[in-house]
């Protein structure tokens, strides 16, 4: 069971911020889709470098997720966001942010669980 709330517009641009910091290289994968589109994977599994709004300039609104290795890096903007939500566990994770833009496409970041990556990634040298 998961519990989704919806960012006001006006705190996007802390939500996000605060939510770089939080989950800066958590495993996330990217997919976009509409109705008339269908779903497409934008990025898949790849470590979050940043979430933005753009607070200026002509992209001033936009929201653009930075995604990979350093060097192979990956930004993926959603140039017309109309909602923001934030899909939580019951323990308050963030599994899932859905960004919604103006034509009604949906960006859906999926965080992945912390627990798999633990088991899967091998241990750190001594």
């Known amino acids: 069971m998961h519990h989704t709330r919806e960012i006001p517009r006006e705190g996007w641009a802390d ?3 605060l939510l770089s910091a939080i989950e800066r ?3 996330v994968h990217i997919q976009a889709g509409s109705p008339e589109l269908g779903e497409q994977t934008v990025a898949g599994s790849l470590p979050l470098v940043d979430i933005a ?3 200026k ?3 001033e609104g ?3 997720v930075t995604v990979g290795n350093p060097g192979e890096e990956l930004t993926h903007r959603i140039s017309h966001p109309e909602h923001l939500w934030a899909e939580e566990s019951d323990s ?3 599994e899932c942010l859905d960004i919604e833009d103006a034509d009604h496409v949906k960006t ?3 965080f992945e669980p912390q627990e798999l990556l633990d088991e899967a990634s091998p ?3 001594a």
Do not use: K, M, N, V
């Open 15 to 17: 939500y996000l911020s």
């Open 25 to 27: 290289d958590h495993q």
């Open 53 to 55: 709004l753009e607070e």
């Open 57 to 59: 300039g002509s992209e």
């Open 62 to 64: 936009a929201i653009e």
């Open 92 to 94: 308050g994770e963030l």
């Open 108 to 110: 859906l970041i999926y």
């Open 123 to 125: 241990p750190p040298p």
